[in-house]
Each structure stands twice: as structure tokens, then as C-alpha cells.
């Protein structure tokens, strides 16, 4: 039940018309009996400083952040972490006394997630990463921190990955190449990863093609794609008939919402109360 001592969390987002994030945590919150409530803001780009300012107005705990804010919420708010600062975004908001923190999970939730799913070490294996956007730049800048050793970036856009790129060798001097989809070696470059990710929104359409030849992939190779919807991307489907390990958004979402509630309750999340939450809406 809603009372006045109820504690108030949200995301701000937009359009934030669809988000699996309130089930997530509504249901964390409940399962261990505290009386937070978790709801959406849709705001749009002219309000968000205004809807930051009323974060502190009345009293938030905390907030995520999604597209199209991540980057630009910064400049509303107190104080930023290292990782937040480093991945130039921000996606968990904290209200410290008055004070608004931001934290970014996403790299965190990725890294959990694969280092559970494929229980493998991260350390000198080599990345190839579809996508150069957010989600890539998170992602990459956390592979780095586990000192992979060198990531490939492709982009339907050349320029993008070679300023993801640039900027990981620049920053955490991690070893990176940009190449587009279209280059000459680009078969030995997937053949030669040990990881392969997909980090571009390509898959989420049933017409979505593949952007990279399964003929490429060969055996132990691990294929993540970050898509949560559906579950199984095309790309997924067609690494697991060539038998090889996958791993899918939704572990990652689950992982970087579990950050996020550590983050405003202090409280260790309940990982499977949240991840039946999260795979029970998605079906
Ligand atoms: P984003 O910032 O828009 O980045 C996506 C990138 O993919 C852009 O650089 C885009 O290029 C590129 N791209 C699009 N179509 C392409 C194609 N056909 N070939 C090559 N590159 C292409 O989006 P994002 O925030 O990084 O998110 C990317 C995906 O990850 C989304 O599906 C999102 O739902 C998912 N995601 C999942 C989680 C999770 O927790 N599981 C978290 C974050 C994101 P253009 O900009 O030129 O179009």
C-alpha cells in the first residue's frame, strides 16, 4: 500500500512509454518488504533540468536514466562517479541529503553477466563489438578495466568507431581498432574474437538481418547480444545451432537494475525474485 512514508524512485526517460525496470524493482522491493514504489517519468529534453531540480524538491531516493538523457543529465546534477565520468553517461541517480550522484551500472551489469553466464576469465581475450552508441561505449570501457586484449569496433557509421575506438586507447590505453562492416578482413576479425557482441539495436525487428556472416564464427566462441527483445535475436539463434555459448540482454538488465537497487536501498538485491519478474514480463 502507498502511504505518506512511502519512498519514491523513478526513471526519467524519453519516450518512456514501455520499460521493464518497474516491474524489476517493484517486485525486489516487495519481496523484501520495503515500502519503496518505483515509477516512470516521460520528459522530454526541454524539462529535464526541471525534472532533475524536482528530483530533490520532493525528496527522491533515487532515479534511473534513459534514452535520450544519459549524457546530458550531467550537467543537473552534484557529483558523478568514476565510472560515470569515464563512460560520459549516467543511468542510476542517487539522492545523498540534498545531493544528487550519478552512477552509470550498465558496464557493471554487463560484466556480471558474462563473467556468470560464461564462467570464463576476461583477462587477454580478444573483443569484437557490433555498435559504437552507449551501450557499446559502457561495455567496452568495462572490458578494458578487466584488461582484455584488444576490442575491434565496427559501426554502421566508420567515423563512430574510430572515436570509440580512439577514445578507449586514449583513456584506459586498451588496445582497439575501428573497422566498418564492409572491410576486406572483417571475416578473420570475427573468426579471431573470442567474444562477440552485439551492441546495435539489429535484431529486435523479426526482419532485422544478420550483420555478419555466421560462416565466420567457429567453435568456443562466446556471442552476447545485448537485444533483451526477444530474447533470441537472430544472431542467437543461429550461434546456437553452431552449438556455441549465448548470452542474452536480459542478464544484463537484470545485473545492472541489481546494481542500481544496491545503490538506493544498500540492501543486497533479490537476483531471482527480479530476474522472474523480468523474464515473466518479457513472455
Ligand atoms: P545507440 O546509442 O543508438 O547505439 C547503437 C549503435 O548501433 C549506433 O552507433 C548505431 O548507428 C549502430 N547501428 C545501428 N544500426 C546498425 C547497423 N545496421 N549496422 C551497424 N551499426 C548499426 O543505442 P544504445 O543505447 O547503445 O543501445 C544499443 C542496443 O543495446 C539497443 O538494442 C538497446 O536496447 C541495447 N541495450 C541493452 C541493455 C541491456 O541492459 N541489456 C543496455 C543498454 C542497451 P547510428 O547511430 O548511425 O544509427
Known sequence: ?????????????????????????NAAFKRLGLDYIYVVFSVQDVHLKKAVEG???INFIGANVTIPHKETIREYLDEVS????LMGAVNTIKNVEGKLWGYNTDGYGFIKSLKERSGISLKNK??????????AK??????????VSDIVITDKLKEKAISLSGYLEEKVSCRSVAISLEDVDIGEK???????????????????PLLINIKHLRENQIIYDLVYSPLETLLLKE???????????????LYQGAKSFEI??????PINTMRRALSKELR
Open 1 to 25: 500500500m502507498i502511504t505518506a512514508k512511502t519512498k519514491l524512485l523513478g526513471l526519467i526517460g524519453y519516450p518512456a512509454t514501455y520499460s521493464l525496470s518497474p516491474v524489476m524493482h
Open 55 to 57: 528530483l530533490k524538491a
Open 82 to 85: 568514476k565510472e560515470a565520468e
Open 126 to 135: 580478444k573483443i569484437f563489438i557490433l555498435g559504437a552508441g552507449g551501450a
Open 138 to 147: 559502457a561495455v567496452a570501457l568495462s572490458l578494458a578495466v578487466e584488461e
Open 190 to 208: 570475427i573468426n579471431n574474437a573470442d567474444i562477440i557482441i552485439n551492441a546495435t539495436p539489429i535484431g529486435m525487428k523479426k526482419e532485422d
Open 239 to 253: 550461434a546456437k545451432e553452431l552449438k556455441l555459448k549465448t548470452i542474452n540482454g536480459l542478464e544484463m538488465l
Open 264 to 269: 538506493w536501498t544498500g540492501k543486497n538485491a
